[in-house]
């Protein structure tokens, strides 16, 4: 097996380990076992939660705190919490509501593909999240079976990932490590993914141009605030505040 490295450095971290268990090699369980200690290590951080006085856990949401725009959650500045944005379910029984209230999860329906979709412009797209579930149609056309044999856990899951993966630009070696499938496998879903969705490699090209045309690209983040990243090398990106109308449209 390959040596592996990060940032030019021999390493034994989690994504190297997952990398490593992709090999079909005698040595693959015991990784696994290493993969699911790391992750039990991990998990035991969340067991440990720090409470204000009160018992209550709190968190600090900060707005810049990821690149993407995404918000991002700490520990709180009490010195409560952690960050409760990827709180395992094994410990979120844990946390419990005040008498006569519930917990509510709300998610948006495949939002992300909705979005590509309109970028895309792609109408036959669009009209289709009204009609079926995209994800289970797409691994029954990635996999080649009915809609109806199409299983949550597998199939569904990994259409999910492919068309994330293709929509962004991922590349087949690192499709492959998720899925943790073969290099070939890996290819082919990513060449059925654009036979089907004809409509996205034009976007990427559109995309493409209006980088190198403007050396910059702005972006709607999950708040509805504009972001502008302008390009001023191969390799480095400088940020720029909201467009002005933008900030009248949201204040």
Avoid at 68 to 74: A, K, L
Avoid at 142 to 152: H, Y
Wanted: charged share 25%.
């Amino acid at each position: 097996m390959p040596i592996q490295k990060n940032k030019g450095k021999i390493s034994t971290n989690k994504m190297c380990i997952e990398k490593l268990e992709c090999y079909p090699t005698p040595y693959r369980p015991h990784l696994g076992l290493i993969n699911a200690l790391m992750d039990y290590t991990k998990r035991r951080d969340f067991y440990r939660i720090k409470q204000d006085p009160d018992g209550r856990v709190r968190t600090s949401l900060k707005v810049h705190g990821a690149y993407t725009g995404r918000v991002s959650s700490s520990t709180s500045i009490t010195g409560s919490g952690q960050n409760l944005q990827n709180v395992p379910k094994s410990a979120r029984s844990f946390y419990v509501p005040d008498p006569g209230k519930i917990f509510i999860q709300m998610d948006l329906s495949q939002a992300e593909a909705r979005v590509v979709a309109a970028l895309c412009k792609d109408t036959k797209w669009l009209n289709q999240f009204n009609e079926i579930d995209l994800h289970t149609w797409l691994a029954s056309q990635l996999f080649s079976i009915p809609m109806e044999k199409v299983r949550k856990k597998v199939e569904r899951q990994a259409a999910k990932k492919v068309g994330h993966a293709c929509n962004y630009c991922l590349a087949w070696n690192a499709l492959s490590k998720q899925l943790k499938c073969s290099a070939k496998e890996a290819k082919l879903h990513i060449a059925n993914y654009f036979n089907v969705r004809t409509s996205v490699r034009p976007w990427h090209e559109r995309v493409k141009e209006t980088v190198k045309r403007d050396r910059l690209y702005e972006r709607l983040t999950e708040d509805s605030y504009s972001s502008r990243a302008r390009l001023t090398t191969r390799s480095t990106v400088t940020l720029l505040p909201p467009s002005p109308k933008v900030q009248a449209r949201t204040t």
